[in-house]
């Protein structure tokens, strides 16, 4: 199996589990198959170093935010309680964005 097809698999993979269980599900899987210490070290330091960029691209317009959390994703695949956190932003992320989408709705049903 080619690299892309690896990254199609276990992006599907976890893509297909749960909300709240994603991010520990995915660390579960990186520590099943024993990986050299360099390359953990090497995802260790991009996601370290993503998170960096991130914070420091904050008060700017544009993504830092999202710069910061794909950082993190980079450092919960290596670290459990970082997984445990990712998963539970996610749940009230995702409860915030329900709670927006029918705040607009209602905005928009109101206009009318």
Partial sequence: MGMREHWREEWKSFRLSAPGTRFR???QRMKSVPRPTHERVARC???VLTVLVGIV???LPGPGWLIVGFG??????ESRPLADFCDRVEIRFRAWMERWRRWRASRADARR
């Avoid at 993190?72 to 695949?77: E, K, N």
């Fill in 57 to 59: 691209l904050i008060p």
């Fill in 45 to 47: 330091v991009c996601g």
């Fill in 72 to 77: 993190m994703t980079l450092l919960a695949q």
């Fill in 25 to 27: 599900e995915r660390y």
